[in-house]
């Protein structure tokens, strides 16, 4: 038996107790904590460390070796949208709209520059209306859609710039070709799905918003040293709910298309530094175990300690190790998250829970990295529902699973 510590909330609540309108939180670090501490690869680049030194840090047992990331990526930039938008201020610019995966073009519609295209979902298929000189035309609904734009691969000219609007953002790309289907989701119905297909070696590591352009060359280059090991874990999965490898958010790793590499006086760093990390036109620095990229997982800060993948997801990874990661605690280097506090709702802790009012939390046990283990709620009625500390701390949007309920006690529980 292992005795750890962990918190309690006061003396339990009766059936008749108040119940507050909210808990209050505390902790530190943000994010999982898996793999690599973005926050710690930039102390260790202050200190003088080298990209290789860094990523061998927080991936022990692993190996940088150079494999081929020519691979195309399918990046998923529209998630179960019901409408999307397409346009390109560029001057000169060609836009295709193609009926199929573009083996085979079948022409639908040719347009230019300010000329728009709408999206959206008619009978499971893609409904299409564009926007020439002021005048809008319908066309016939497709499986699946394919966009060109002039300066890629797949259409020459100069290069050009396109737009995606959806969901109240637009995002800028350069590179590839986008593909738009429907497909069905469980909840929500027919939804569409928009891809953006890439080269991994370039195209797609050149559009990584993970970390500022103006941290340490050491750190930029672990950063692309990691995101090019995840991509490449991915290579040849593509999930049928999204019609991809990756999603373009935190769900895997941020993709920001054009927008990272047009940052005033910073894109051509970030640039320079994924070009470091390349050994040849069509390979790059890779994180590996027996000569296969690993997963590599990474996040923002920690509590002190790496997190391990089966304390995080229930899962041995074979290859998430815990080690130090002081540089979290660093209010100079992580000066939003070396500490932090939250509220949480009533309303929130409820539907977290699933219970119908939360009276109480408590803390039951706390992994050996300090990350809570499990927490349990009790409702007025004397109902307790328990809960990872991990699938907790990602519903109630909590920075981190590194945290203390305000108003415990400190206790010793066996566990």
Known sequence: MVLISTLVLGALPSAFADVPKAISFSGKGYGHGVGMSQIGARGLAIAGDSATAIVNYYYPTSEVL????????????????????????????????????????????????KDSVKLSVSNKQVAITTTQVGITTDINPVNLLTIRWSGTRYLAGQDSILSLTHSQKTTRYRYGQMQVKVVKDAKLGYRLEIVNQVRLHDEYLWGIGEVPSSWPAAALEAQAIVSRSFAMSKVGKVSKSCDCELYSTISDQNFVGYSKEAEPKWGPIWKAAVTRTSVSENSGLTVTRNLLPVRTYFGSSTGGVTETS????????????????????????????????????????????????????RILSLNQTGTVKFIEAKSSNGKKVKLSGEVFRSLSKLPSAWFSVAGEELVSVQN
């Not at 295709?96 to 519609?109: C, I």
């Not at 290859?319 to 509220?343: A, C, G, I, Q």
């Not at 949480?344 to 829970?353: E, G, H, K, R, Y």
């Open 310 to 361: 089966i304390n995080a997801w229930g899962s041995d990874a074979g290859y998430t190790f815990s080690v130090p990661d002081p540089w979290s605690l660093d209010s100079k280097l992580n000066p939003n998250y070396f500490k932090w506090k939250r509220e949480i709702t009533q309303s929130v802790l409820a539907s977290v829970f699933g219970l119908s009012d939360v009276a109480s939390v």
């Open 66 to 113: 150079p494999l081929v990331d020519d691979q195309i990526l399918r990046v998923n930039v529209g998630h179960q949208l019901t409408t999307a938008a397409l346009k390109s201020e560029t001057p000169g610019m060609t836009l295709q709209l193609l009926s199929g995966d573009g083996a085979e073009p079948q022409f639908l519609s040719v347009l230019a520059a």
